[in-house]
Every structure is written in structure tokens, then in C-alpha cells.
């Protein structure tokens, strides 16, 4: 089993419409959460992270990480052609240096 | 701004043909890290360096070696590359004070081996 198992899709959805994105992972140990956005050629970039549980949004993002079920989310309000891109989970141990990922969703927005 | 730059875009090799992938950052960070990307399988970890002439093996270091003699250099070595070694490449790295959660990447190196 995966660490950290996300639907690699592809996921396609109208412009406008709200997208969520998730992953689960297996190890309770994670504390950190993170979201990267990787666009057609070029390599993955921070987008959002988390610490623990909870909620954390910015602008049209909000991360959600649920401890108790082992999930993570990230949900897009609003979606823009722009927003198309590999969307990657990650997670990491307090004071660790090396991130697991989730296998990656590609991400479709239709105008 | 920060900045990870990868030798080559894209590559084409032969196989058993011994292949050189430099990566370079510009952020004195103290990490860096090879990944290789593939199709359903997302990032997978090659190897790890924490320090000048350090070295950690990842989640699949078999086929692939490691050199690095500078801190802002770190370079990844396919000894004899084979097909099953056609992927995209990257190169990325992070501070290590604290929690590592922010990695920067460069921007990948499409490797073919025929």
C-alpha cells in the first residue's frame, strides 16, 4: 500500500464549476500537508500546505486535512482555464526533510 | 528569485550509453533531491543529498548513481541506461531548517533511451 494513494484521473470539469481533489494517506505520524501544481512542462511548485488539522484557504483555494479519516483535500472555487494543471498531494513528518507524494490529478478546465 | 536549472530539456540516449544529468540551484540550500516521473506512478524519490559528498537512496536508486562535489550542484548518473529508464527527470531542493515542506524543482529533463 501507498502512503499517500490520489486518484491520478484525469479529472475534466466546466469553467466556473468548484473542483475538489483529493488523497488519503496511511501513516498518522504526518504533520504537514501540502498541494503542489505542476503545469504542462514545467516542474511542480508549492501552491498551499497545511499543519495538522484544519482548514486553510487563499483566494479561491481552501485546503482541508481531516486527521481522524486520514484525508486530505483541496477545493477550487471559481474554476479558470488557468487553474489546468497536475495538482499533487504531499506530506511529511515534523522536523523530516523528504516529502511523500501522491501519484498526481491532472486537472481539466474547460472554458 | 529562486532558481533550480537542469542541464537539458530533453535527451536522447542509447541504450548502455552512460548518461550525465546536472542540476544546479541558486538558494544555498542545503538539500537536493532526483525524482523521476511517470505516467500513474506521480514522483518517485532516486536519491537524496543533505550535505556536500552526502548521499541517502530513495525509493528506487537501482540503475542510478550520485555525485555531489558542491553544494549548489548535484548531479545524477544512469551507469548504463536502459529503456525502462525513458522517463521525465526532475531535480529539486530545500532548505533544511525545520520541517523540509517547500521543495523547489526545476523545470525536468525528458530523458528517451532507444
Known amino acids: 500500500q501507498k502512503e499517500v494513494e490520489q486518484d491520478p484521473g484525469p479529472l475534466s470539469v466546466p469553467e466556473g464549476a468548484i473542483v475538489s481533489l483529493n488523497c488519503t494517506y496511511s501513516n498518522s505520524a504526518f504533520q504537514y500537508f501540502m498541494w503542489y501544481r505542476q503545469y504542462s512542462r514545467k516542474g511542480p511548485e508549492l501552491l498551499m500546505y497545511t499543519y495538522s488539522s484544519g482548514n486553510k484557504e487563499d483566494g479561491r483555494f481552501t485546503a482541508q486535512v481531516d486527521k481522524s479519516s486520514k484525508y486530505i483535500s483541496l477545493f477550487i472555487r471559481d474554476s479558470q482555464p488557468s487553474d489546468s494543471a497536475t495538482y499533487l498531494c504531499a506530506t511529511i513528518f515534523q522536523g523530516a526533510q523528504k516529502l511523500v507524494f501522491g501519484q498526481g490529478t491532472r486537472l481539466t478546465i474547460n472554458p | 528569485d529562486v532558481k533550480v536549472t537542469q542541464s537539458s530539456r530533453y535527451l536522447v540516449k542509447r541504450t548502455g550509453e552512460k548518461v550525465f544529468l546536472e542540476c544546479v540551484q541558486d538558494m544555498d540550500h542545503e538539500n537536493m533531491f532526483w525524482y523521476r516521473q511517470d505516467p500513474g506512478l506521480g514522483l518517485r524519490l532516486i536519491y537524496f543529498s543533505y550535505d556536500v559528498k552526502m548521499k541517502e537512496k530513495g525509493d528506487i536508486p537501482e540503475g542510478y548513481s550520485v555525485s555531489r562535489e558542491k553544494k549548489e550542484r548535484f548531479s545524477l548518473i544512469l551507469e548504463s541506461a536502459s529503456t525502462n529508464q525513458t522517463s521525465m527527470y526532475l531535480c529539486?531542493?530545500?532548505?533544511?531548517?525545520?520541517?523540509?515542506?517547500?521543495?523547489?524543482f526545476g523545470p525536468g529533463t525528458r530523458l528517451t533511451v532507444t
Open positions: 529539486a531542493s530545500s532548505d533544511s531548517g525545520g520541517t523540509s515542506y517547500e521543495q523547489y
